[in-house]
Structure formats: C-alpha cells, structure tokens
C-alpha cells in the first residue's frame, strides 16, 4: 500500500524544505571557510615564498658582493648577523652602505675601550700619549666613514666617476691607516704590548671591515669606469668639459674671476705671526687657534722671520689654512720631541696638520732631537689635498711623515737618516732635494719607509724630478754609512722613484729589506728613467716586488695627474706643478 510523504519522514513538507535549507548553508559556510583557510594558507605560503626570495636573492648579492673583498667570510657574516641588515639588499652599493654603518659601531666600541684603558693607573707616559692618539685616529676614522657614506649617497651623479673613485678610495685608505697608527704607538717598549694586546683585536677588526668595503668599492667604481668608457661615443659635452679642465689643472667650478686672483703673484695674510710683537700674534700655535674653523675660504697666516720653538697643530676643523713664511731659511718651527724621551713618532712631531686644504711656503719645519733619540718628526701631514712649496723639513729619524691622504710637495728640501720620509698616503714629491745625512755609527740611512697595509689601498710615495744626495757632514764618509731608497715598512709597501737624479750615496742594491724575506714578495718598488751615478739598475736587488718600469703609461699612473687627482685641485694651490711625466 502506498505511503504518503507524511508518514515516510515523520514531518511536514514545508519543515524538510526548512531543515533541507540549513544543510546546505552549513555546508557552503563549511566550504567558504575551508576556502579562506586555504587562501590565508597559499598567501602565507606566497609570503613567505617571496620573502625567501628576497633573502635569497639579499644573500646573493651580498655574497657576490663580499667576493671581491680580502675578508669574504667576515664581510657576509657581519652583515646578516644584524637583524634587518639583508632586508633590501638591491646592489653593491647597498652592501656597502650597510657594511659601513656595521663598521661604525665596531670603531665606536673601540673608542669607549681605549677610554676605559686610560682610567687604568700605572700607565707609563708613552702609553698615555699613545691611547690619546688612538683616540684622534679613531675619531679621524668616524669622520672618513661619515663622509664616504654621505659620498656614496650622491654616487655617482655628484661628481665625475675618476673623482668620485679616487676620494672614497682615498677615505677609506686613510681609516685603514688610522687602525694601524693606533697599534703602532704600543710598539716601542716590551711594557706597551699588554695594552696593545687589548686593544688588537678591536683594532684589526675594524681595519678588516674597513679593507673590505675599500675592496668592494674599488670594484664598484672599477666597473663603472669601465662601463663608463664604453659608452664613450655618447659623453655629454659636459663630460668633454671637465675633462679639458682636469688636464688644464683647473678645478671645473672654479669661476674665471677666481682663477684670475689664484693667478695673481701677490698675496695678502689674514694675521700676521711675529716673535717680536709686532704682529697680530707671538706664536703659531695661537694664530691657528684663533683662525675659523670649517672655512671653505683660504685663511693666511703670514709668519715673519723668527725661529718658533713651540709644537704646532693644525686639527681637522681647522681647513684651508696657509703658513706663509718670509722664507725657508728665515722663517723656522723647531721642536725636539722624540720616542727615547717619552714620546709617540705620531706625537713628535714639530707640526702636525689634518686640517683639509693646507698648504705651506718658504717655511721651514724641524726637529733637533738628534740622531740618538730614535723616532723625531719634523712634520706629519694627514690632511687631504695638502701641498708645501719652498719648504724645508730637517730632522733626522723619520723626518717627514705622510701619514695618510693626498700631499704634494714641490721645490722643498727633506734631509734625514733612517725612514726619513715614511707613511701611508698618496704622496708626489716633485722637483725636491732630498738628502741623507750622517746617522750614528752603525746606522744605515733610508730614503723611504713607506707603510700601505692593503693592497688596494690608493697610497704610495712617489719622488718625481728631484735630487736624491748627501748631506755635507755626509758626502765625505758616505762609504761608511750605506744608503738606500727605501724598505718595506708595511706589507704592500709602494714606492716609485721616476725621472730623479740619484747620486753614488745610494747603495748599488738600491733597497733593503726590513727584516728578512718580510714583503719582498708583496711590496711595490719602482725606478723609472732616473739618471746619475746611483741610478744603475743592473746590480739592484732581485725580489718579486722590484721592477724597472719601461712603460710611459705604466709610468703615467704615478703622476700628480692619476696617482693624487692633482687635476683637480693642484691649480687653487697657486703652486708650480707638473701634471704629467
């Protein structure tokens, strides 16, 4: 028998359709939720999968930027083991930008551990003296980092590429260079090395993370120099411009009416230094201090005739400043700071000066320690686009100290015995007189001492045109006191003697080791076309490092012209100077 849909399900129609109704709601909730599940899920996944990307393609050029470094393992290691750091890591120069805010940290640690080593009693006066310039250099190093950074930031739209090279590779040389200056101070008595050694890993480290953005931006500019010259056929007339300019040894933006007043032979001072009273100031060292500081104008301190016993220091806020004496013989700052008494090299000499922009003329610089009292400096120079013209620098045991940045020095005089002319910058002496004296009995004189550490460092020594002799007390005993031109105080050691008259002083080896087979391999030494009795090459030395240069454009590279962009800013120097061979 037949039965109605009442009976079969034990409701009314109209209810089932009801009940019929929240099934299949429920299930489309269920599906619209299992749907947004998997949606969130896909999009996390896709997040995720593209945030791994990122990090992935962040790793890979950060890996590829560190393998142009000398440090590789440290330089990728220091950056991901900041939190963030990877994050947008697009090119090179990001890399770089970030490895460098890392290595600021690093120098700012260093800073509070050498102030807390100078809270230490029992401190012995050269140790004082040596963790104060530690300081110094350190905060030298915190300046050359802030400027290459704020450099980087304009690259490479702010200045030609040759120039926006050449001043982050010279920066970031001179922060090299701090590193070891700080360590070198601990190194001349057996009770300085336990403060050495708590500073060494600090400072090494430091000079690491420095070396390796140096290494990537010398590879960074490299490439784009490259880049740059094969697209050569496309240069703007603006390009063409600046390079007429450079080779006219005019900065571009200089106005023609100040090239006119650069040109002119008469220059007034803005005080005037004088023993006797008569001038605005007694001493030197009160006429720097009064003079404005950051001047982007060139401020002359005319000293008379006088000899200034006083240790003078030109610091980093004070720019642009000239010394304008009555003459070289004349005109004479004498001290006698040394290392037997007390001192640091770093911190004897007569003058110092790192304040951007210097320059010197008929000025004599000195130090009357004495050949027995070790390490005496007559000048140190750390300042960038330093020149002297006209200038003596009289001492014995490292004389002149290029310490770091571009100097040029023309027409002056440096006589010395050992290391007299020693350091880490990129330094051109041109049409020079450079004499050896007479050192102590026993004692070998060296023309040269010069200190790169990194081979990629743009620094060196470089004696152009210039008289390398004897000294009077010297030339009639030269026999029993050997004369070189140079030994490899540092690793990279680079120096280049081009186109000089060299006389019989010198050694027929030409050079000297250090201390056994120490950087003969890795050192640069270099003779171009230099004539006189010393000058033969046939019997100079045979290590790896030696080289006769034939090349004119290998030689080309040494010149004021290439090796310190004399280019551009020799001319507002109002100095003589020779661009090129």
């Known amino acids: 028998m037949a039965q109605d849909k009442e009976s079969l399900t034990g409701m009314p129609e109209t209810s089932k359709l009801i009940s019929f109704s929240k099934k299949h709601k429920k299930l489309f909730l269920s599906l619209f939720a299992s749907f947004l599940l998997v949606a969130a899920i896909v999009a996390i996944v896709s997040g995720v999968k593209k945030s791994e990307d990122d990090t992935s393609q962040s790793h890979a050029i950060l ?29 090179q120069k990001d890399v770089i930008e970030v490895s460098l805010n890392i290595t600021t940290e690093a120098v700012q640690h260093n800073y509070f551990t050498v102030k807390k080593l100078r809270a230490k009693k029992k401190l012995t006066k050269r140790e004082k003296i040596a963790l104060h310039d530690c300081l110094e250099t350190i905060d030298e190093t915190l300046d050359e980092l802030h400027e290459v950074l704020e450099d980087l930031k304009e690259y490479p739209s702010k200045k030609s590429l040759s120039q926006h090279a050449d001043d982050l590779k010279t920066l970031m040389s001179a922060a090299i260079t701090n590193q070891e200056t700080c360590l070198d101070g601990f190194s001349h008595e057996k009770a300085d090395k336990e403060v050495r050694k708590a500073l060494l890993a600090g400072q090494v480290h430091v000079k690491r993370m420095c070396s390796n953005a140096l290494a990537m931006i010398k590879n960074m500019t490299d490439t784009d120099i490259i880049n740059e010259l094969k697209l050569a056929t496309s240069t703007t007339n603006r390009k063409l411009k600046e390079e007429k300019d450079e080779e006219s040894g005019w900065p571009g933006w200089l106005s023609v009416a100040d090239r006119r007043l650069l040109q002119s032979s008469s220059v007034t001072p803005n005080v005037v230094v004088a023993a006797d009273g008569s001038g605005n100031y007694r001493t030197v060292s009160a006429a720097v201090a009064a003079a404005p500081t950051k001047s982007s104008k060139r401020y002359i301190i005319r000293i008379k005739a006088g000899v200034y016993r006083e240790n003078v220091e030109v610091p980093k806020s004070k720019t642009n400043l000239m010394f304008l004496g009555d003459g070289r013989k004349t005109t004479i700052i004498t001290g006698s700071r040394n290392v037997v008494d007390g001192s640091t090299t770093f911190k004897s000499a007569t003058v110092a000066v790192v304040g951007q922009g210097f320059l010197a003329r008929g000025v004599t610089f000195q130090n009357t ?43 002056c005089l440096i006589a010395g015995t050992v290391d007299f002319i020693f350091g880490n910058s990129a330094a051109v002496l041109q049409d020079c007189d450079i004499h050896a004296r007479r050192p102590n009995s026993g004692q070998k004189n060296m023309v040269t001492a010069q200190g790169r550490t990194d081979p990629n460092q743009n620094t060196g020594i470089v004696i152009q045109k210039c008289r390398i002799g004897a000294t009077s007390d010297l030339r009639p005993v030269q026999g029993s006191f050997p004369t070189y031109l140079g030994r490899p105080w540092k690793e990279y050691s680079r120096t280049v003697i081009m186109q000089s008259t060299i006389s019989d002083v010198i050694n027929p080896a030409g050079w000297h080791e250090w201390q056994g087979n120490f950087a003969l391999n890795t050192l640069f030494y270099g003779e171009y076309q230099n004539s006189g009795a010393g000058a033969g090459t046939s019997r100079r030395v045979r290590w790896r490092g030696f080289k006769v240069i034939t090349s004119a454009t290998e030689a080309q590279g040494f010149t004021p012209g290439r090796f310190i962009a004399g280019g551009s800013w020799l001319r507002s120097t109002t100095f003589p100077f020779s661009l090129g061979l």
């Open 369 to 411: 320690a004495g050949p027995s009292k070790h390490q005496a400096v007559a000048l140190r120079v750390g300042a960038d686009l330093a020149a002297f013209y006209e200038c003596d620098m009289l001492a014995y045991q490292d004389t002149l100290y290029v310490h770091s940045n571009r100097q040029f020095f023309i027409n």
């Open 63 to 91: 890996k590829s930027s560190c393998s142009s470094t000398r440090y590789p393992d440290l330089c990728f290691s220091a950056v991901v083991s900041v939190p963030g750091a990877t994050s947008n890591l697009a090119t």
